[in-house]
DNA sequence: CACTATATTGCACACGTGTGAATTTTAGTA
DNA sequence: TACTAAAATTCACACGTGTGCAATATAGTG
């Protein structure tokens, strides 16, 4: 009734050995039916529960995955964690959840609480701080898969799920030009980060191939701030030409930039063309005249878990895989 | 190099017993400064990290704090588990999340899980479905403290952190009467969950102090969709005299409302004021007319996670604790 | 040097579980 | 009944760690 019961409690109250009633309770062929129905029977009244942190010491047992983000309070993420979550359940998993909260210091003290507690396996998205990837390498020496997805980092081989992220930034300016934009700005993050790196690449790709030379950028450096977004207008449109077409990065920054743009009565999309991400319900929803950007969120979560479950089951599975989920563009319906 | 490394490993390496290299780890003053150098030096070269799993089956260490929600995806849960993620990093626990998709099967599962892996604590918000708690009393024989959040259970006797929900909706009634809605509808949820129990019952006691006869409701039973805040519109406007006012439990549900006014060419907030909760950033930002109540994320994952302490560091702390946190409601700004 | 006090280390066990090997019990056959 | 094969159970140990207690080494004192 009280505390907890272990196997040992069973095999006294039963009047036998422990490691008969822990076949029992396995299932084992050679125990007796009639003695395994007992114990069954005796473990259910008790309401006996196995210990977890036993089995895992045997090391016949690990059954926690961890997911490291930089920010679980941001819609990609919690999405992703959330789907994450459901798939690590349905096999048996549990999955414990670590913020960096883009800071490299505590990513490496996260690295240092998931080995001690002898998780399964790793899925991680890199901190915005992060330049080398020493700490995540150490997971390799205690043989703890890691895959690595949206913010990876070049110099450590794992398996990685990617968005096209430069294609589809690419696609985005294309689209904006035939929407006859043709002075393009782009809103962007840290460049010694893969994901703002790789869009970045795609937007002066695009320019290139269409011949643009109007190629004004603001990178935002430290943690996005919706003022960051108000700053970035200002400094894009004090100019006498300010640009007809902004491709934005980041969310926050967004909010910021709809609310100066606002303010500013600078017309969307009559005076300027906006592309977001929509990893938030109501942009689509209602921001008008919005194109919007959607990463196949489920496909990121998926393709993490199973490249995981992949390493897990067998440690010298392909470290090279690299999965690149497309994602699409999404027109604004209503008002245009 | 390869593998893990334990205390016997480098007891042996050291030429001396665990139980000293143990207790030069833990920094025991009855270990010799030398020794205690040496080890420690060894320790550090070889990357050495403790087996939690080890700590925890000897009793002398839980570190583990489990949250259970309904919905990772959904951004009030996120920002209070980052929250509480935080609180709990800051203070050397790991938080493994469990999201029963308002399930109680799942969450009945769940619970077998965390007794399982013998977790510290469990900071929980109940599924939708769930009307017995008997579940959650199980965590108490097994000396697991609970705190439930939000959508608490009022048949189980542990601390609780609540909204002043009936309060907040009692005063955004009153507010839209002020600005002169007098048929005001309410958008909840089913009525045994506590939290959508108590707004219609803040909704309800406003309208009876103001006089008013007009109470149209309708209740959404099974999962929030886009599509259920569509057919409430239609329920509610297709009478002749439909509401001037609206007060909308969910934001997944508000979305589909907002479109099926758009579609109807009602507008906001002339012809209908609406009350929505300010859980999304955008929403605050950018629904014209929306009056938005906030919820103080912050502090209930504060709460939380202190009465959650308060329990871990003394089991017989009181379990009447209950902490109602104060909701505020924000008018917008500009059109008005 | 001898004796004691103290500092340092080693020993043995416990936590809960699972498993190979040894042992006991049961069933089967002549 | 006596012997053998098979079935069922027990034994002993391991996983990594910490701790009370015993044992040893060192230092201090006369």
Same mark, same amino acid.
């Given at each position: 009734?009280?505390?907890?019961?272990? &196997?040992?409690?069973?095999?006294?109250?039963?009047?036998?050995?422990?490691?008969?009633?822990?076949?029992?309770?396995?299932?084992?062929?050679?125990?007796?039916?009639?003695?395994?129905?007992?114990?069954?029977?005796?473990?259910?009244?008790?309401?006996?529960?196995?210990?977890?942190?036993?089995?895992?010491?045997?090391?016949?047992?690990?059954?926690?995955?961890?997911?490291?983000?930089?920010?679980?309070?941001?819609?990609?993420?919690?999405?992703?964690?959330?789907?994450?979550? *459901?798939?690590?359940?349905?096999?048996?998993?549990?999955?414990?959840?670590?913020?960096? *909260?883009?800071?490299?210091?505590?990513?490496?003290? &996260?690295?240092?609480?998931?080995?001690? =507690?002898?998780?399964?396996?790793?899925?991680?998205?890199?901190?915005?701080?992060?330049?080398?990837?020493?700490?995540?390498?150490?997971?390799?020496?205690?043989?703890?898969?890691?895959?690595? %997805?949206?913010?990876?980092?070049?110099?450590?081989?794992?398996?990685?799920?990617?968005?096209?992220?430069?294609?589809?930034?690419?696609?985005? #300016?294309?689209?904006?030009?035939?929407?006859?934009?043709?002075?393009?700005?782009?809103?962007?993050?840290?460049?010694?980060?893969?994901?703002?790196?790789?869009?970045?690449?795609?937007?002066?790709?695009?320019?290139?191939?269409?011949?643009?030379? %109007?190629?004004?950028?603001? %990178? &935002?450096? =430290?943690?996005?701030?919706?003022?960051?977004?108000?700053?970035? #207008?200002?400094?894009?449109?004090?100019?006498?030409?300010?640009?007809?077409?902004?491709?934005?990065?980041?969310?926050?920054?967004?909010?910021?930039?709809?609310?100066?743009?606002?303010?500013?009565?600078?017309?969307?999309?009559?005076? #300027?063309?906006?592309?977001?991400?929509?990893?938030?319900?109501?942009?689509?929803?209602?921001?008008?005249?919005?194109?919007?950007?959607?990463?196949?969120?489920?496909?990121?979560?998926?393709?993490? %878990?199973?490249?995981?479950?992949?390493?897990?089951?067998?440690?010298?599975?392909?470290?090279?895989?690299?999965?690149?989920?497309?994602?699409? &563009?999404?027109?604004?319906? *209503?008002?245009?």
């Amino acid at each position: 009734m009280a505390g907890r019961i272990t &196997i040992k409690d069973i095999a006294i109250a039963l009047n036998m050995h422990h490691s008969t009633v822990s076949r029992a309770l396995r299932n084992d062929k050679r125990v007796h039916e009639k003695t395994r129905k007992l114990v069954l029977a005796y473990a259910e009244e008790n309401g006996y529960q196995v210990n977890m942190s036993a089995l895992q010491l045997r090391g016949s047992l690990r059954n926690v995955i961890a997911v490291i983000v930089p920010n679980i309070n941001h819609n990609f993420f919690s999405n992703i964690i959330s789907l994450v979550t *459901n798939l690590a359940e349905e096999r048996g998993y549990i999955v414990s959840i670590f913020q960096s *909260n883009e800071s490299t210091v505590r990513e490496k003290k &996260i690295i240092d609480t998931v080995i001690q =507690n002898n998780v399964a396996g790793v899925i991680a998205s890199v901190a915005m701080n992060t330049t080398s990837s020493d700490h995540f390498k150490k997971l390799k020496n205690f043989h703890i898969p890691l895959v690595l %997805f949206d913010r990876t980092s070049a110099d450590i081989k794992v398996p990685k799920v990617e968005v096209n992220n430069a294609e589809i930034i690419s696609n985005a #300016v294309e689209l904006l030009y035939q929407k006859g934009c043709r002075k393009i700005s782009h809103i962007s993050g840290p460049q010694h980060v893969s994901v703002f790196k790789n869009r970045h690449q795609g937007y002066l790709n695009a320019l290139t191939k269409l011949g643009l030379t %109007f190629n004004r950028s603001v %990178f &935002i450096e =430290n943690g996005f701030t919706t003022n960051d977004g108000r700053l970035a #207008v200002d400094e894009l449109f004090t100019l006498e030409n300010g640009p007809d077409g902004l491709i934005c990065d980041s969310n926050i920054l967004l909010i910021g930039i709809l609310l100066a743009l606002k303010s500013k009565k600078i017309n969307i999309p009559l005076e #300027v063309r906006i592309v977001a991400f929509s990893d938030q319900p109501f942009i689509e929803a209602f921001s008008p005249g919005l194109i919007c950007i959607h990463q196949p969120e489920e496909l990121v979560a998926q393709s993490s %878990f199973n490249l995981l479950m992949k390493s897990i089951e067998n440690e010298d599975a392909d470290t090279n895989d690299n999965i690149v989920v497309s994602a699409n &563009i999404i027109e604004p319906k *209503n008002n245009e």
